[in-house]
């Protein structure tokens, strides 16, 4: 099966501090991606990542950056935390784009859920 | 750009009746569809996509949906509701020529005895 890992299952952090969110997959995709999830807006893409080094905005990239240095490693960073990014941060990855059974299914972490005091 | 709506934020079954949660999309070219399922404390979970070919798709736990183009719609079903299946519902829309995936807002499932 595949896995998608995110380093850390909650966190709590202060205002301004920077934040570094980890995810790891082991299955060679080339997508992956950021959401927010949040109740009643239900997920809400940050980034994503077609390749390494290769990245684009979502619909809220607004506080927040990204780095995928590795194929298998999509990090999420947010430079100064504040308070209403408070919400839980799930990572999914895919394999390349194109048809197939596989192709174009997501896969997701476990998801971490980030306090911001 | 691609957009997701689920019109319903709840709904509230009781158990053994029938379920259809429902599922907009605004994508210009032909869409891939799919719906993913989160039980409570749960990473999500996909139940089914449809990419081409038959509109009525079959999926996981007895769920199924049916895509209408005409209606840009991507209704889910399930002819029973067991009290199992209570959990948040996401509609996603991608496609062949992006690489991004968009998610509707979710529906919560209530079931009662």
């Known amino acids: 099966d595949v896995k998608v890992t995110q380093s850390s299952r909650y966190l709590v952090k202060r205002t301004g501090e920077k934040v570094f969110l980890e995810c790891v997959q082991d299955?060679?995709?080339?997508?992956m991606f950021w959401y927010r999830q949040d109740p009643g807006l239900g997920l809400r893409l940050i980034y994503f990542?077609?390749?390494?080094?290769?990245?684009e905005k979502g619909d809220i990239p607004e506080g927040y950056s990204v780095s995928r240095e590795k194929k298998e490693r999509f990090s999420l960073i947010l430079e100064s935390a504040s308070t209403n990014q408070t919400s839980m941060y799930l990572c999914?990855?895919?394999?390349?784009?194109?048809?197939?059974?596989?192709?174009?299914?997501?896969?997701f972490g476990a998801g971490s859920r980030l306090t911001v005091l | 750009a691609q957009s997701v709506t689920q019109p319903d934020i709840h709904i509230t079954v009781s158990e053994g009746a029938s379920l259809e949660l429902r599922c907009n999309y605004s994508y210009g070219a032909t869409p891939y569809l799919f719906w993913y399922v989160q039980s409570p404390g749960q990473g999500l979970q996909l139940l089914l996509k449809y990419f081409s070919g038959d509109t009525l798709v079959q999926g996981i736990k007895g769920f199924e949906a049916e895509f209408k183009r005409s209606q840009s719609s991507f209704n889910l079903r399930k002819p029973s509701v067991h009290w199992s299946d209570a959990a948040e519902y996401f509609c996603a829309v991608g496609a062949q020529e992006r690489s991004d995936m968009r998610f509707g807002a979710g529906t919560r499932l209530t079931v009662k005895p």
């Open positions: 999914a990855s895919r394999p390349y784009l194109g048809q197939g059974s596989g192709a174009n299914v997501l896969t």
């Open positions: 299955m060679d995709h080339e997508n």
């Open positions: 990542s077609y390749d390494v080094k290769m990245k």
